[in-house]
């Protein structure tokens, strides 16, 4: 020191501490440690500023905790090994995959339900009342929807778009066009499919 210590409580006054958090600092070197129990005031000052800049940097992510990033590593690599095995073992499917399979049961399902009105509407003619049309009606969505669930339905790897694999004109989907309805809009393909 030249010339300029100070004793604790002036230290400890200066930085807002108390006199014990200034020696608790002193020890883990923050602050140098004091000669005759003086304390050098430009250190004091320095050391402290060097510490709240530390402590700024590593709350705002600037110095990372080795420690703790590691751990973050070992449990990232951890959760992508079990997601990896699920795949594997057939527990998980592609979202793109998923879309697929289930444009292919929508446009399955709407082919379905636009023939109705054809087919059913002889049949409310010839029906004498209301409830025979409901009768009618009902039994009409009933047999297209348990023909709809009869249907197997599997999830097919979704095509390379990359390497154009997959038919022209479908995306990957089965009878895509043969499912398009009177208005000539094909119904789950060449749109890509809905990201969730």
């Not at 402290?48 to 703790?68: E, K, N, S």
């Not at 990232?76 to 998923?98: I, M």
């Not at 009606?137 to 669930?149: C, D, F, P």
């Amino acid at each position: 020191m030249a010339g300029n210590g100070q004793p604790l409580a002036v230290i400890a006054k200066l930085l807002d501490l108390s006199e014990r958090r200034v020696q608790q600092l002193s020890r883990e070197g923050v602050i140098p440690k004091a000669e005759r129990g003086a304390y050098d005031l430009v250190g004091a000052v320095r050391g402290y500023v060097r510490y709240l800049r530390d402590l700024a940097q590593r709350a705002q992510g600037g110095v990372a905790d080795l420690p703790t990033e590691r751990t973050r590593l070992v449990k990232a690599k951890a959760d992508l090994a079990e997601l990896d095995a699920q795949q594997r073992r057939g527990d998980l499917v592609p979202v793109a995959e998923t879309a697929l399979a289930w444009a292919a049961v929508t446009a399955r399902l709407r082919a379905r339900l636009i023939t109705l009105p054809d087919k059913l509407a002889p049949l409310v003619h010839d029906a004498a009342n209301p409830a025979a049309v409901r009768v009618l009606l009902r039994s009409a969505i009933v047999e297209a929807l348990a023909e709809l669930a009869a249907t197997p339905v599997a999830v097919a790897p979704a095509p390379d778009r990359a390497s154009g694999a997959g038919e022209a004109g479908d995306d990957g989907v089965a009878d895509a066009d043969a499912a398009a309805g009177p208005d000539g809009e094909p119904m789950g393909g060449r749109q890509p499919p809905a990201e969730f």
